[in-house]
């Protein structure tokens, strides 16, 4: 276990996190090959499912062992998940109540992560796609409680509606930092989310950029831009979803991608262009 707290947080959220899910064998190797090529977010859930957590956690050990970086060089990004978004692998005894269940999936986390603290704690979505509901505020109290205790800097939500936000803003006493939903070109880019986000000054975070928005990749549109900026659709797209502040994740598994998508850093898109893709599916 790596015990060194940083002696000073992240200067600032990084402007790329790398996504580790559906990576299972693969995630410890994958995850050292994304802190190599520049990455410092990192996202990951204890959601054995979806995530090898422990494994991120031997990708961050290698990565400290070689001297790549340290734990205060890196934003560290996990979720707690309810019972039914997992399979029969829980970080948490199912019969504990939800509080018990948030501590422990975090100090299963912790574990796995190798750290005592994790920068941004995320609830892996509410446990309805409708409501927001009493179990979301029991989850997200705990959550509150884990973060006072100092082992989470910020809290999220993930896979949220405007609707949910706004229940939950009746229901709780406290909005997440971060949000983080599945992107598509077709709704306006999560056009609702982002506009609630932008008025709570909550960072939007989105995924799925590229394959929920297959028919964006292959307009003309784009492929005109990206000649333009001789760069790739892929590179637009990320460079678009930042003007518009959405702070993307990747989770490419090719090393060349990965030198793709944080290049897409420097493409420079004008005010016309940033208009017109987002106005182009929705
Ligand atoms: N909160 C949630 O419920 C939730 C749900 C889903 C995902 N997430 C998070 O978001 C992360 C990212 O997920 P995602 O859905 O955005 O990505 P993804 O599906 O894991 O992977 C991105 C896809 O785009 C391709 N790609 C990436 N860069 C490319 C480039 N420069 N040119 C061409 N193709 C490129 C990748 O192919 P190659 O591998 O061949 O590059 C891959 O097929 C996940 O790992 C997870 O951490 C969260």
């Not at 796609?129 to 800097?153: F, I, L, P, Q, V």
């Not at 000054?201 to 333009?228: C, D, M, R, W």
Request: with cysteine.
């Amino acid at each position: 276990m790596n015990n060194t707290l940083p002696s000073q947080p992240p200067a600032h959220i990084p402007d790329f996190i790398y996504g580790t899910a559906w990576k299972e064998d693969r995630t410890p190797a994958l995850t050292e090959l994304a802190l190599r090529m520049g990455f410092r977010g990192i996202d990951t859930a204890n959601q054995r499912r979806h995530y090898f957590e422990a494994g991120v956690g031997q990708g961050l050990a290698a990565a400290y062992r070689a001297g790549l970086l340290t734990r205060g060089d890196l934003f560290l990004q996990t979720k707690f998940t309810h019972r039914a978004g997992q399979d029969q692998r829980l970080p948490y005894d199912p019969a504990a109540t939800l509080s018990v269940q948030v501590a422990q999936s975090m100090a299963s986390s912790l574990e796995h992560l190798g750290t005592e603290h994790v920068d941004c704690y995320v609830l892996h979505g509410p446990s309805s796609n409708h409501e927001w509901s009493d179990d979301d505020t029991e989850a997200w109290e705990a959550m509150r409680g884990e973060r006072d205790a100092g082992r989470a800097r910020y809290l999220g939500i993930s896979n949220v509606s405007l609707r949910h936000l706004q229940q939950m803003a009746d229901a709780c006493a406290e909005l997440p930092a971060v949000i983080q939903n599945r992107c598509y070109a077709r709704l306006g880019w999560d056009r609702d989310v982002r506009g609630f986000c932008r008025e709570h000054k909550i960072i939007y975070q989105g995924f799925s950029l590229l394959t929920a928005n297959q028919e964006v990749l292959n307009h003309p549109l784009i492929a005109s831009l990206a000649t333009g900026a001789k760069a790739t659709a892929a590179q637009v797209v990320f460079s678009f979803a930042r003007s518009v502040g959405i702070l993307p994740l990747t989770g490419t598994s090719n090393a060349w991608h990965m030198k793709q998508d944080l290049a897409s850093r420097v493409v420079v898109l004008h005010p016309e262009a940033i208009h017109a893709i987002e106005s182009l599916a929705g």
